[in-house]
T-cell receptor, first 113, second 113 residues
Framework: GQQVMQIPQYQHVQEGEDFTTYCNSSTTLSNIQWYKQRPGGHPVFLIQLVKSGEVKKQKRLTFQFGEAKKNSSLHITATQTTDVGTYFCAGEDRGGSNYKLTFGKGTLLTVNP | ETGVTQTPRHLVMGMTNKKSLKCEQHLGHNAMYWYKQSAKKPLELMFVYSLEERVENNSVPSRFSPECPNSSHLFLHLHTLQPEDSALYLC????????????FGPGTRLTVL
Protein backbone atom coordinates (compact mmCIF):
# COMPACT_ATOMS: atom_id res chain seq x y z
CA GLY A 1 0.00 0.00 0.00
CA GLN A 2 0.90 3.64 -0.19
CA GLN A 3 3.52 4.87 2.24
CA VAL A 4 4.40 8.42 3.14
CA MET A 5 7.77 9.04 4.78
CA GLN A 6 8.58 12.26 6.55
CA ILE A 7 11.90 13.54 7.86
CA PRO A 8 13.21 14.60 10.23
CA GLN A 9 11.16 13.15 13.05
CA TYR A 10 12.24 15.90 15.41
CA GLN A 11 13.79 19.33 14.92
CA HIS A 12 14.84 21.76 17.60
CA VAL A 13 15.78 25.28 16.55
CA GLN A 14 16.59 28.62 18.09
CA GLU A 15 13.99 31.26 17.52
CA GLY A 16 14.81 33.06 14.28
CA GLU A 17 16.36 30.04 12.60
CA ASP A 18 14.81 28.41 9.57
CA PHE A 19 13.15 24.99 9.54
CA THR A 20 12.39 22.49 6.79
CA THR A 21 10.52 19.18 6.80
CA TYR A 22 10.47 16.78 3.88
CA CYS A 23 7.85 14.33 2.72
CA ASN A 24 8.22 11.43 0.27
CA SER A 25 5.54 9.15 -1.07
CA SER A 26 6.02 5.65 -2.42
CA THR A 27 3.43 6.39 -5.11
CA THR A 28 2.50 9.34 -7.31
CA LEU A 29 0.03 11.60 -5.58
CA SER A 30 -2.98 13.46 -6.89
CA ASN A 31 -2.40 16.08 -4.23
CA ILE A 32 -0.60 16.59 -0.96
CA GLN A 33 -1.86 18.36 2.13
CA TRP A 34 -0.07 19.76 5.15
CA TYR A 35 -1.47 19.86 8.66
CA LYS A 36 -0.18 21.31 11.93
CA GLN A 37 -0.91 19.86 15.35
CA ARG A 38 -0.07 21.96 18.38
CA PRO A 39 0.93 20.10 21.57
CA GLY A 40 -2.25 18.73 23.13
CA GLY A 41 -4.26 19.76 20.10
CA HIS A 42 -5.60 18.21 16.95
CA PRO A 43 -4.42 18.43 13.33
CA VAL A 44 -5.39 21.62 11.55
CA PHE A 45 -5.29 21.96 7.78
CA LEU A 46 -2.66 24.34 6.43
CA ILE A 47 -2.62 23.96 2.66
CA GLN A 48 -3.09 21.71 -0.35
CA LEU A 49 -0.77 21.36 -3.34
CA VAL A 50 -2.08 19.85 -6.55
CA LYS A 51 0.12 20.77 -9.51
CA SER A 52 3.53 19.37 -10.37
CA GLY A 53 6.23 21.79 -9.18
CA GLU A 54 3.72 23.96 -7.35
CA VAL A 55 4.98 26.44 -4.77
CA LYS A 56 2.69 28.19 -2.32
CA LYS A 57 3.44 30.68 0.43
CA GLN A 58 1.66 31.55 3.62
CA LYS A 59 3.53 34.38 5.32
CA ARG A 60 6.75 32.71 6.58
CA LEU A 61 5.73 29.24 5.37
CA THR A 62 6.69 27.99 1.90
CA PHE A 63 5.26 24.74 0.55
CA GLN A 64 6.60 22.91 -2.50
CA PHE A 65 5.32 19.94 -4.50
CA GLY A 66 7.87 18.01 -6.51
CA GLU A 67 7.84 17.72 -10.28
CA ALA A 68 7.09 14.01 -10.07
CA LYS A 69 4.34 14.63 -7.50
CA LYS A 70 5.94 12.19 -5.08
CA ASN A 71 7.65 14.57 -2.69
CA SER A 72 6.95 17.80 -0.90
CA SER A 73 8.53 20.16 1.57
CA LEU A 74 7.52 22.76 4.10
CA HIS A 75 9.98 25.54 4.91
CA ILE A 76 9.52 28.04 7.72
CA THR A 77 11.64 31.18 7.64
CA ALA A 78 12.69 32.81 10.90
CA THR A 79 10.83 30.50 13.26
CA GLN A 80 8.83 31.86 16.17
CA THR A 81 7.70 30.15 19.36
CA THR A 82 4.18 30.05 17.91
CA ASP A 83 5.45 27.66 15.23
CA VAL A 84 5.91 24.90 17.81
CA GLY A 85 4.01 21.74 16.94
CA THR A 86 4.00 18.67 14.76
CA TYR A 87 3.77 19.17 11.01
CA PHE A 88 2.20 16.36 9.00
CA CYS A 89 2.06 15.82 5.30
CA ALA A 90 -0.78 13.73 3.93
CA GLY A 91 -1.14 12.40 0.43
CA GLU A 92 -4.03 11.35 -1.73
CA ASP A 93 -2.94 8.52 -4.02
CA ARG A 94 -3.52 9.33 -7.67
CA GLY A 95 -4.63 5.80 -8.36
CA GLY A 96 -6.61 5.34 -5.20
CA SER A 97 -9.79 6.57 -3.64
CA ASN A 98 -10.55 10.23 -3.41
CA TYR A 99 -11.60 10.14 0.21
CA LYS A 100 -8.55 8.61 1.87
CA LEU A 101 -5.41 10.38 3.06
CA THR A 102 -2.18 8.66 4.05
CA PHE A 103 -0.34 10.64 6.70
CA GLY A 104 3.38 10.82 7.35
CA LYS A 105 4.65 10.36 10.91
CA GLY A 106 5.11 14.09 11.26
CA THR A 107 7.98 16.34 12.26
CA LEU A 108 7.89 17.73 15.78
CA LEU A 109 9.29 21.26 15.82
CA THR A 110 10.41 22.83 19.06
CA VAL A 111 11.64 26.42 19.20
CA ASN A 112 13.94 27.78 21.87
CA PRO A 113 13.13 31.43 22.62
CA GLU B 1 -13.38 25.36 17.11
CA THR B 2 -13.50 23.42 13.87
CA GLY B 3 -17.18 22.48 13.96
CA VAL B 4 -16.36 18.90 14.95
CA THR B 5 -16.96 17.91 18.55
CA GLN B 6 -15.97 14.74 20.35
CA THR B 7 -17.03 13.30 23.68
CA PRO B 8 -15.71 12.33 26.05
CA ARG B 9 -12.39 14.15 25.85
CA HIS B 10 -10.75 11.67 28.22
CA LEU B 11 -11.68 8.07 28.98
CA VAL B 12 -10.13 5.48 31.24
CA MET B 13 -11.52 1.99 30.95
CA GLY B 14 -10.72 -1.53 32.01
CA MET B 15 -10.25 -4.33 29.53
CA THR B 16 -13.67 -5.79 30.27
CA ASN B 17 -15.60 -2.52 29.95
CA LYS B 18 -17.81 -1.41 27.10
CA LYS B 19 -17.79 2.26 26.17
CA SER B 20 -18.59 4.45 23.20
CA LEU B 21 -16.91 7.48 21.69
CA LYS B 22 -19.10 10.08 20.05
CA CYS B 23 -18.35 12.53 17.26
CA GLU B 24 -20.65 15.21 15.90
CA GLN B 25 -20.00 17.56 13.00
CA HIS B 26 -21.92 20.79 12.46
CA LEU B 27 -20.50 21.54 9.02
CA GLY B 28 -22.91 19.77 6.71
CA HIS B 29 -20.18 17.41 5.54
CA ASN B 30 -20.90 14.09 3.87
CA ALA B 31 -17.91 11.99 4.99
CA MET B 32 -16.64 11.16 8.46
CA TYR B 33 -13.49 9.42 9.62
CA TRP B 34 -12.06 7.72 12.68
CA TYR B 35 -8.28 7.89 13.17
CA LYS B 36 -6.04 6.44 15.85
CA GLN B 37 -3.00 8.46 16.91
CA SER B 38 -0.37 6.64 18.95
CA ALA B 39 3.01 7.91 20.02
CA LYS B 40 5.69 7.59 17.34
CA LYS B 41 3.24 6.32 14.72
CA PRO B 42 1.53 8.04 11.84
CA LEU B 43 -2.14 8.83 12.05
CA GLU B 44 -3.85 5.52 11.34
CA LEU B 45 -7.09 5.59 9.42
CA MET B 46 -9.57 3.20 11.01
CA PHE B 47 -12.92 3.79 9.34
CA VAL B 48 -14.44 6.03 6.70
CA TYR B 49 -18.13 6.70 6.21
CA SER B 50 -19.39 8.40 3.08
CA LEU B 51 -23.07 9.33 3.01
CA GLU B 52 -23.53 7.14 6.08
CA GLU B 53 -22.16 4.07 4.34
CA ARG B 54 -18.91 2.53 5.51
CA VAL B 55 -16.45 2.66 2.63
CA GLU B 56 -13.22 1.80 4.39
CA ASN B 57 -12.33 -0.55 7.17
CA ASN B 58 -8.59 -0.73 7.54
CA SER B 59 -8.28 -4.19 9.07
CA VAL B 60 -9.35 -2.86 12.43
CA PRO B 61 -9.93 -5.47 15.17
CA SER B 62 -13.56 -6.31 15.80
CA ARG B 63 -13.32 -4.94 19.35
CA PHE B 64 -13.77 -1.56 17.62
CA SER B 65 -17.22 -1.19 16.11
CA PRO B 66 -18.24 1.99 14.26
CA GLU B 67 -21.72 3.33 13.78
CA CYS B 68 -22.93 6.21 11.62
CA PRO B 69 -26.65 6.75 12.18
CA ASN B 70 -26.75 9.94 10.09
CA SER B 71 -24.38 12.28 8.30
CA SER B 72 -23.74 14.38 11.41
CA HIS B 73 -22.97 11.69 13.96
CA LEU B 74 -20.34 9.01 14.23
CA PHE B 75 -19.75 6.58 17.06
CA LEU B 76 -16.98 4.18 17.93
CA HIS B 77 -18.11 1.39 20.21
CA LEU B 78 -15.37 -0.21 22.29
CA HIS B 79 -15.36 -3.56 24.06
CA THR B 80 -12.72 -5.84 25.55
CA LEU B 81 -9.92 -3.50 24.58
CA GLN B 82 -6.22 -4.12 25.18
CA PRO B 83 -3.70 -1.78 26.83
CA GLU B 84 -2.07 -1.23 23.41
CA ASP B 85 -5.33 0.37 22.26
CA SER B 86 -4.56 3.35 24.49
CA ALA B 87 -4.21 6.33 22.15
CA LEU B 88 -5.79 9.55 20.98
CA TYR B 89 -8.84 8.79 18.84
CA LEU B 90 -9.58 11.53 16.36
CA CYS B 91 -12.72 12.08 14.38
CA UNK B 92 -12.66 14.10 11.18
CA UNK B 93 -15.16 15.17 8.57
CA UNK B 94 -14.96 16.38 5.01
CA UNK B 95 -17.23 17.58 2.25
CA UNK B 96 -16.45 15.07 -0.51
CA UNK B 97 -16.66 16.53 -3.97
CA UNK B 98 -16.37 20.11 -2.73
CA UNK B 99 -13.30 20.35 -0.55
CA UNK B 100 -10.23 18.32 0.21
CA UNK B 101 -9.70 19.63 3.72
CA UNK B 102 -10.41 17.34 6.63
CA UNK B 103 -11.66 19.02 9.79
CA PHE B 104 -10.56 17.25 12.93
CA GLY B 105 -12.26 17.13 16.30
CA PRO B 106 -10.29 17.61 19.52
CA GLY B 107 -9.97 13.86 20.06
CA THR B 108 -10.66 11.45 22.88
CA ARG B 109 -7.64 10.45 24.94
CA LEU B 110 -8.27 6.78 25.76
CA THR B 111 -6.41 4.84 28.42
CA VAL B 112 -7.01 1.11 28.75
CA LEU B 113 -5.90 -0.37 32.06
Amino acid sequence: GQQVMQIPQYQHVQEGEDFTTYCNSSTTLSNIQWYKQRPGGHPVFLIQLVKSGEVKKQKRLTFQFGEAKKNSSLHITATQTTDVGTYFCAGEDRGGSNYKLTFGKGTLLTVNP
Amino acid sequence: ETGVTQTPRHLVMGMTNKKSLKCEQHLGHNAMYWYKQSAKKPLELMFVYSLEERVENNSVPSRFSPECPNSSHLFLHLHTLQPEDSALYLCASRNLGRSIEQFFGPGTRLTVL
